[in-house]
Structures are given as structure tokens and as C-alpha cells.
């Protein structure tokens, strides 16, 4: 790359803003991982949460898929925790792992911003309960995809 004058490397040119969008467009599936780890007493809940990249234009449908159990809906929920995917209009949380929870083998609790039970067009918190005073977590995938 020729330098310039100045001896630095020239700006690069830079094109208009491509189309920026907070609405995901139907069929985008996006994913990511979820930690939801602290240490706790019961009956106190241990939160975290997912922030969508982009907004749904409605709430999905939340399934919580086990780790090593059966998965309760692999028509919409068909991933894995390393190849997290999900139908339209569905958030499939994928369990790879958890430690001293209540209610296993789908210990979490998703809930929207109001605090009932689902997630939200923008995200979801996530909850588990600790068995025993201790460390608890449940770590994982998700992918939704816009309908």
C-alpha cells in the first residue's frame, strides 16, 4: 500500500451508511451464549438475561431445551448448544451445563420485562433457583429467529 506525505497509510474511503435497521427482518436468526451464574441461598433466584442485536416485531415463543433429557419441542427447537437454531417465532435456549439448581433438567426461568413468565420483542431475563446455599449456574446457547 503506497504511503502518503505524511508517511501513513491513506484513509480508506468510506461508503453511506448501509441500511441500518433496529427491526430484524423476517427469517433473521440470531444467536448467542447465556451465563446465569452466582451464588445464592434458596429460595432466592440467581439472574441474568439476553439482549437481542435486533428488535422482533412480536414476543417469541420460549423453549428451554435440557441438557441431556428429552427436548420438548424439536420441531421449533432442532439445534444443539453448539449449533444453536430455532423456527420462527421461537427463543430456543439450549442447557450445555448447570450446577445446583431447583427443577432440573430445565431449571431456568425466562421472564419479560413485567416479570411474567416469556420473553419480550427485545430480550429476556433468565432465572434459576439454587438447591442449596452455594455457587449455581446454567450456561448455554440461544437462537431466535424474527417471524
Known amino acids: 500500500m503506497p504511503l502518503s506525505q505524511t508517511g501513513l497509510a491513506p484513509r480508506a ?9 433496529s427491526i430484524a427482518p ?5 444467536r448467542g451464549l447465556f451465563d446465569v451464574e452466582g451464588y445464592d441461598n434458596p429460595p432466592n433466584l440467581t ?12 414476543v417469541p415463543k420460549v423453549v428451554e431445551v435440557p441438557s ?22 421461537f427463543l430456543c ?10 427443577a432440573p433438567p430445565a431449571p431456568l426461568v425466562a421472564e ?3 416479570g411474567s413468565f416469556g420473553a419480550s ?11 442449596t446455599t452455594g455457587v449455581v ?4 446457547s440461544w437462537a431466535v429467529t424474527a417471524p
Open 112 to 114: 419479560n420485562v413485567d
Open 26 to 30: 423476517s427469517g433473521l436468526t440470531q
Open 47 to 58: 439472574g441474568g438475561s439476553i439482549s437481542f442485536p435486533f428488535e422482533l416485531t412480536s
Open 68 to 89: 441431556g433429557a428429552t427436548n420438548p419441542d424439536p420441531t421449533h427447537c432442532s439445534g444443539t448448544p453448539d449449533q444453536p437454531t430455532a423456527a420462527p417465532g
Open 93 to 102: 435456549l439450549y442447557d450445555r451445563t448447570y450446577h445446583n439448581v431447583v
Open 13 to 21: 474511503t468510506v461508503c453511506g451508511p448501509g441500511p441500518v435497521t
Open 137 to 140: 449456574f446454567v450456561e448455554g
Open 121 to 131: 420483542p427485545f430480550g429476556v431475563w433468565l432465572n434459576v433457583e439454587a438447591a
